[in-house]
Nanobody, 114 residues
Framework: QVQVVESGGGSVQAGGSLRLSCAPS????????MAWYRQAPGKERELVAG???????NYADSVKGRFTVSRGNARNTLVLQMNSLKPEDTAVYSC????????WGQGTQVTVSS
């Protein structure tokens, strides 16, 4: 059973940067569609940024110009570079990988203090 393993996250002051990464725990044949989602307390989960198997990226309006999503060097790894962080970016960030079926990471906390 493949699991999605996330790393990065933590606490930072407003204006700071963080980098999130995720990757499957085992080999996956093919290139997956991948995305980062986030869920803040009392709010619904929302798409933050994603990249298709063909390389097309998309971003939530709230993070455009501040966050950059990209693929890592290894197959089906995903990196989210988050700059100019704001307190409203505080949430649990989860990685989603779709290749035949949907896989989710366990989530990593990002906390931005003012």
């Amino acid at each position: 059973q493949v699991q999605v393993v996330e790393s990065g996250g933590g606490s930072v002051q407003a204006g700071g940067s963080l980098r999130l990464s995720c990757a499957p725990s085992g080999w996956m044949f093919g290139i997956a569609d991948m995305a980062w989602y986030r869920q803040a307390p009392g709010k619904e989960r929302e798409l933050v940024a994603g990249i298709t198997s063909g390389g097309t990226t998309n971003y939530a309006d709230s993070v455009k110009g501040r966050f950059t999503v990209s693929r890592g060097n290894a197959r089906n790894t995903l990196v989210l570079q988050m700059n100019s962080l704001k307190p409203e970016d505080t949430a649990v960030y989860s990685c989603n990988l779709i290749l035949g079926r949907s896989y989710w990471g366990q989530g990593t906390q990002v906390t931005v203090s003012s």
